[in-house]
């Protein structure tokens, strides 16, 4: 599926008048690659025990990434934090404890292992889930075409309208190549797991579905109207 949009502006010069056309087209495709953030955090008395729990807690979500056939080179650290939390009460500053977070980038290659995975990770004491951002990791082919077809859709809307206004061709002067986007359909799941896992049966994964991305290009052409 294709989508084309197409911005027009005349400017009229000493000897023929210049028409600048401006041309979208993007292509719809399913998404074959999905980035989570997955985080775990710990609040204790001291930060060496707190960023040790967050320790312990990460290695059992990387275990259970690597049961999900996560691969390494698909993990990837993002942020470690630690720092003193305190509450307020009756205008004074309580001290709590200390807070750190350990939080990963994890990229997922199959779509429908999405919601299996972060069943298993919630089980093994993640505590923050951010994401799915869908991507097609490879759109040179689809940008390619829509690329095609915006030039052909480029040409043919400047000769449209120099026949509209009396001329008989466009001539191309300069073409410009600009921004290439993907919009990606986000869906936010979050996840809060405390304590240790429940011994009553699991809830069945979360329905994940990637929907279609749509991936294209912007070309913009300057003609010269001729007779």
Not at 35 to 55: H, N
């Amino acid at each position: 599926f294709a989508v084309a949009q197409t911005i027009v502006s005349i400017a009229p010069t000493p000897d023929k008048p210049l028409i600048t056309i401006t041309v979208q087209e993007s292509s719809d495709a399913a998404p074959d690659i999905a980035t989570l953030q997955i985080g775990v955090e710990a609040l204790a008395p001291t930060a060496t025990a707190a960023l040790s729990t967050t320790s312990v807690k990460m290695k059992r979500v990387l275990a259970a990434l690597s049961a999900q056939n996560i691969a390494n080179k698909d993990i990837r650290t993002s942020a470690v934090t630690v720092g003193a939390r305190y509450d307020y009460r009756a205008n004074q500053r309580v001290f709590l404890g200390y807070s750190a977070n350990n939080s990963l980038g994890v990229i997922v290659r199959q779509i429908d292992q999405i919601g299996p995975m972060l069943d298993a990770v919630t089980a093994s004491g993640a505590t923050e889930i951010n994401g799915p951002q869908f991507a097609i990791e490879n759109p040179k082919a689809l940008r390619s075409g829509a690329r095609d077809r915006a030039v052909v859709t480029l040409d043919a809307e400047a000769q449209a309208y120099a026949k509209r206004a009396g001329h008989i061709r466009a001539r191309l002067l300069t073409i410009n190549d600009g921004a290439s986007f993907m919009q990606p359909v986000d869906i936010i799941v979050t996840a809060s797991r405390g304590g240790a896992p429940s011994p009553v049966s699991a809830p069945p994964p979360p329905p994940v579905m990637g929907g279609q991305l749509s991936v294209g290009v912007t070309l913009t052409g300057v003609y010269r109207l001729e007779d």
